[in-house]
T-cell receptor, first 113, second 112 residues
Framework: AQTVTQSQPEMSVQEAETVTLSCTYD???????LFWYKQPPSRQMILVIR??????QNATENRFSVNFQKAAKSFSLKISDSQLGDAAMYFCAHGPSYDKVIFGPGTSLSVIP | DSGVTQTPKHLITATGQRVTLRCSPRSGDLSVYWYQQSLDQGLQFLIQYYNGEERAKGNILERFSAQQFPDLHSELNLSSLELGDSALYFCASSGTGNYGYTFGSGTRLTVV
């Protein structure tokens, strides 16, 4: 069965600093996708970054990057130059190419001015 | 605007009642997914439809049902509502492959 674990329920970071959110997952699939979603106080779900398991190169989107370790089934999110608008709940998610996506329990990120 | 439209945005109803939540997917997306997010919880997968057919089912209660119509919009029906059904219900859509979902803004259901 697919599972996604986020071991950090809450984290905080100083504005302009860097923070890393952790995620591990379990799957028996060989081909799959991994995602990080952001949910700000508005409750809207926003896709932050996406990684394809068959690609060794880590995905990056502006200030957001991932560290994908396939053998360890680890998928961490690094946020550089943190901004006040980054404060949100962050969900790690995993899914095969054809089926439902399973979400982790989330990490609440606070940004300290 | 994400392109996924959910109505209504808010719904308050009494225990024992039945409600219908509606979702219009992003143009061109054939897959629709329903998720439930209870207070301060993660997202729980309920059900997926692809081009009118049920594709996958999660921990969806028997009191809940869904369908996807020929125009690809989807409805989630919740019946015999209980206090514990109060939650934010999200609809999401995707195209071919798995490039990530596009989420609607959700329907906040409050059962009193």
């Amino acid at each position: 069965a697919q599972t996604v674990t986020q071991s950090q329920p809450e984290m905080s970071v100083q504005e302009a600093e860097t923070v890393t959110l952790s995620c591990t997952y379990d799957t028996s699939e060989s081909d799959y996708y991994l995602f990080w979603y952001k949910q700000p106080p508005s409750r809207q779900m926003i896709l932050v970054i996406r990684q394809e398991a068959y690609k060794q190169q880590n995905a990056t989107e502006n200030r957001f990057s991932v560290n994908f370790q396939k053998a360890a089934k680890s998928f961490s999110l690094k946020i550089s130059d943190s901004q006040l608008g980054d404060a949100a709940m962050y969900f790690c998610a995993h899914g095969p190419s054809y089926d439902k996506v399973i979400f982790g329990p989330g990490t609440s990120l606070s940004v300290i001015p | 605007d994400s392109g996924v439209t959910q109505t209504p945005k808010h719904l308050i109803t009494a225990t024992g009642q039945r409600v219908t939540l509606r979702c219009s997917p992003r143009s061109g997306d054939l897959s629709v997914y329903w998720y439930q997010q209870s207070l301060d919880q993660g997202l729980q997968f309920l059900i997926q439809y692809y081009n009118g057919e049920e594709r996958a089912k999660g921990n969806i209660l028997e009191r809940f049902s869904a369908q996807q119509f020929p125009d690809l919009h989807s409805e989630l029906n919740l019946s015999s509502l209980e206090l514990g059904d109060s939650a934010l219900y999200f609809c999401a859509s995707s195209g071919t492959g798995n490039y990530g979902y596009t989420f609607g803004s959700g329907t906040r259901l409050t059962v009193v």
